[in-house]
Structures are given as C-alpha cells and as structure tokens.
C-alpha cells in the first residue's frame, strides 16, 4: 500500500515541526501543524489560544464552560470534555484534507493514528535532553533555567494526548515508519532522509 501522506509526532526541542516544514518542501506539497488547531478554533467558535491549552491536556471547566457557552443547542457530542471534542474535529478535518490533497506533511495532532487506513508515512523525530534544551534557550527563547522544566511538561502532554486518544503508546518507536536522532543527522538530513525513505518506499508499488 502507498503512503503518500507523512505525519510527524516528536520531542519538545527536537526540531521535528522545522524538519516537517523542511521535508514539505522539498516534495513540494503542503505542509500542516498549527493551521488544523486554528481551522478546529474557528469551529468551534472559540480562539487558538484557548483550544491550544485543552488540545493536549486533560480539559478544565473554564474551556468546557467557554464551549458549551459558544453553542447553546448542544448535541450528545457537545456534551464530551473539551480535550475529546477537540480531538474528534481535529480529525474530521484532517481526513477531510487527506481526502481532497493526494499528499501532505502533518505535525503532530495523532496524525498516524488518524490516517492509518488512508496510508501514511509515520516519522518519529527524538534527541537527547541535551541537544533538546539548548534548541529550547537558543532557537525558542526559553529561559535555561526553566527549560528542562518546559520540556518535561510539553512532552507528558503530547504524550498524553496521544495516549488517550490512540490507545498506543507515543514513545514506542516500533508504530513509526522512521525514527531520527535530529541531534545526530541535524534537520536538513533529517529532512532528506524523510524524503528519500518516502520516496523509495512508495516507488516499489504500482499504480
């Protein structure tokens, strides 16, 4: 079966969203991170900024309220914890872009999980502690002090998120189609050999 879509789950800090961006464009096709959040806030009809917090977390009254509140003739649906309905429109709209783009890069939001049946190329990107704080002080402007902090919390919400809404475990290497140290390879090969793998796995099937 052909894998023409890449999804991407990865470590805080370990460039995975840069090389996502970087494998899209050297296949020349979409590439989708935070858009899917901003296209589920407008759904929703409440900001990014809000469904952010819940989008990876275990959701709290003050968003479900916010929800509720923005939709007054609430179905059976509506009446799910805001992390869980965050999830469900996330990926009705990421199947609904698997069914209209022959291919494109996803980051994050379960995309592995979600695209299974259509095919993707699954990539797990990883570095070490090390590799990953100093990405965090340099390139995102965290102070060092708190940057392992940081990203211990982002890593058990992605984690979390993933979990519970896949039944899988996030950090087990053996659901992923490709694995990559970014701190060893570094983005650019990380991003071709993205490419490379995805291009020579997809040539040994027909049309």
Known sequence: MKKKIITIERQYGSGGSVIGKLAAEKLGINYYNRQILEMTAEKCGISADYLESAEE??????????LLSANPARTMEDNLPLSDKVFLMESRI??????????????????????????????????????????AVKEYGIPENKADNIMKKADKRRETFYNVNTGRSWQDKDSYSLCLNSAELGDELCAEIIVKAFQEYNARFKD
């Open 57 to 66: 977390s275990v959701p709290t009254s003050f968003l479900y309220s916010l």
């Open 94 to 135: 990421i199947t609904e872009i698997a069914d209209a783009e022959p291919s494109f890069v996803l980051v994050g939001r379960c995309g592995s999980y979600i695209l299974e049946e259509k095919g993707c190329f699954s990539v797990y990107i990883y570095a070490p502690q090390e590799a990953r704080r100093e990405r």
